[in-house]
């Protein structure tokens, strides 16, 4: 086995991920690493042998780990990477907090980044997906990030550096996130806060949000521009091409469809990874089948088959 490097965070061999992901699925990581602060982490990159595979994780909430789990080292950013700062116009945040918690942090102080409110995961996850609600995506608000590289180099990002598209981002797999700041314009704290409460009622009324689910399964079949944002000519959907092929609440194993939102991929109880994907892959069999769209994965999937 190889010799690994000594850090001052934890370092545990063998660790399952299935109750570290929202889908309640998965095999173990070779390893999990949880870094003590930045200086750890990129001491670490730098000692840790070049040819061990690293995956930086968020919660997973927007993930599906294989059964077989997941070769080299998996990252996974805690305490010390979550604390949310204002300073002026500019909202700073640790990758490991929370997009709803960001933007609570951000509206007690008068700062709007409400669109970050209903979105589930983290955001360091939230700027490489480029994540967005009600026409508003992270690429609107980005004033810049830090990030260490897999050798171990620690980088500071600039709008300019980054290449924004629709549920996407350039940012390296392997790069590990460490803070993003955002610019925000300033509001009502109260109106925001009402905002959000409405928000959150919408989401409730409208999706799967009580069940074990990893958000929206599929992007949106094109109708976007280069910026992530919404093209308002075309309105197509995902769930609207899931219905049409007949998939809303198909089954497979414990996985399914949701009968609520048909882009929500759920774990009805004891689903495998492998039942997830393999629905997921029927429904864009399908689809494609049905109305010639060919489906992309919004939802992450890594790691190795089950045996």
Not at 58 to 69: A, E, H, K
Not at 77 to 102: C, H, K, S
Not at 247 to 258: E, K, N
């Amino acid at each position: 086995m190889t010799e690994m490097p000594t850090p001052r965070g934890r370092l545990t061999p063998d660790r399952d991920l299935s109750e570290l992901t929202w889908l309640r699925v998965g095999g173990p990581a070779d390893w999990l690493f949880q870094p003590a602060d930045a200086e750890d982490l990129s001491d670490f990159l730098a000692a840790l042998d070049l040819g061990i595979p690293v995956f930086p994780m968020g919660v997973g909430s927007n993930l599906i780990v294989r059964d077989g789990g997941i070769a080299g080292v998996v990252i996974r950013l805690g305490r010390g990477f979550n604390q949310v700062r204002i300073e002026g116009g500019t909202v700073i945040a640790g990758a490991a907090a929370l997009d709803a918690q960001v933007a609570r942090r951000a509206a007690e102080a008068g700062r709007d980044l409400t669109f970050l409110r209903t979105i589930p995961g983290s955001i360091g996850g939230a700027l490489r997906m480029n994540a967005g609600c009600y026409g508003t995506y992270v690429a609107d608000h980005f004033a810049g990030a830090d990030a260490v590289l897999r050798d171990g180099t620690r980088i500071t990002l600039g709008p300019g550096d980054i290449a924004f598209s629709y549920r996407h981002t350039d940012v390296p797999e392997d790069a590990v996130v460490t803070e993003v700041r955002f610019t925000a314009p300033e509001g009502d704290p109260q109106a925001l806060a009402a905002r959000m409460e409405e928000q959150l009622a919408k989401r409730d009324a409208t999706q799967p949000t009580k069940d074990r689910t990893a958000g929206s399964t599929f992007r949106n079949p094109a109708g976007f521009s280069s910026t992530g944002r919404a093209d308002d000519t075309h309105e197509l959907k995902a769930w609207k091409v899931i219905d049409d092929a007949g998939m809303r609440g198909a089954t497979r194993g414990g996985a399914q469809m949701s009968p609520m939102h048909s882009n929500f991929l759920v774990n009805a109880g004891g689903a495998t990874a492998a039942d997830l994907e393999g629905l997921g892959e029927e429904v864009r069999k399908r689809v494609f089948e049905h109305s010639g769209i060919t489906l992309e994965w919004e939802i992450k999937r890594i790691g190795r088959p089950g045996s």
